[in-house]
């Protein structure tokens, strides 16, 4: 039986039409909703998935080797069928769901959202990726501290200690919708791309560190990993601090 991980990670925008919902208007503008909202942070059924980037992996004769890296977005293709083909290929798979903060966001966003937009996504109930502590979904950022809020770290700072290259300069979450309304949408994918790249590289560690690889394993895997990134730099040279 094949093993696979899905590494995922959603960038997300305030919903304008799910706002004006919420407000008994017809629609708002960006503006509107941005005079609505101020500086909070948007309730989680709010937040539209605008790009959901995902790693896939296989474990081949004890090595991890990267199947895909892809973060596809919403002018390619509707939030609809975003989160339709990411529960259909979770369907398929049944792998284990990576995440960084996935409890806490990503999986009740995608919930929500499906729920919001009338989707059928059993993909994401076919294994118990919603029970906070069952391994069928691993939160990094929850596990590594042991579901304590004062131990959390972020995912750059992990990165960074871990003496790996951490996240992009010049973008993070806070700068999602900003980009959009910019026309940027294809720097907030790359993003997210380079966000499942370090996330992955995080978990392979506590792969090690649990005795789920050894150490030559997680060589490999790590060599695969950095193979597959130079062997797609020519289309994809925002990932290449990652393997400098």
């Not at 002018?75 to 398929?92: G, K, N």
């Not at 290259?165 to 294809?186: C, F, L, N, Y």
Request: charged share 25%; glycine share 6%.
């Amino acid at each position: 039986m094949s093993q696979h991980t899905l590494v995922f990670d959603l960038e997300t925008v305030p919903c304008t039409e799910t706002l004006a919902r919420l407000h008994g208007r017809e629609a708002l503008t960006d503006d509107e909703a941005a005079e609505i909202l101020g500086e909070k942070f948007p309730k989680l059924p709010l937040h539209k998935v605008a790009v959901l980037a995902a790693l896939v992996a296989e474990r081949v004769d004890g090595v991890w080797r990267v199947k895909s890296l892809g973060a596809p977005h919403i002018e390619e293709r509707t939030e609809i069928d975003l989160i339709s083909a990411f529960a259909a290929r979770v369907d398929t798979l049944r792998p284990t769901l990576v995440t960084f903060n996935g409890n806490g966001f990503d999986l009740p966003v995608l919930r929500y959202r499906a729920m919001v937009n009338g989707i059928a996504a059993s993909g994401l109930t076919s294994r118990p990726y919603f029970k906070r502590y069952d391994q069928a979904h691993v939160d990094l950022c929850d596990e590594l501290a042991s579901f304590q809020s004062n131990a959390k770290a972020s995912l750059d700072d992990l990165c960074k200690m871990m003496g790996l290259p951490g996240k992009p300069d010049g973008i993070d979450g806070s700068k999602v919708w900003e980009h959009v309304r910019a026309g940027r949408i294809q720097e907030c994918a790359d993003y997210g791309e380079t966000d499942v790249v370090n996330t992955y590289r995080v978990w392979l560690r506590y792969e090690l560190f649990r005795g789920a690889i050894t150490p030559e394993q997680m060589s490999e895997s790590e060599a695969d990993l950095t193979s597959f990134i130079r062997a797609r730099l020519a289309e994809r040279p925002h990932l290449a601090f990652l393997v400098a």
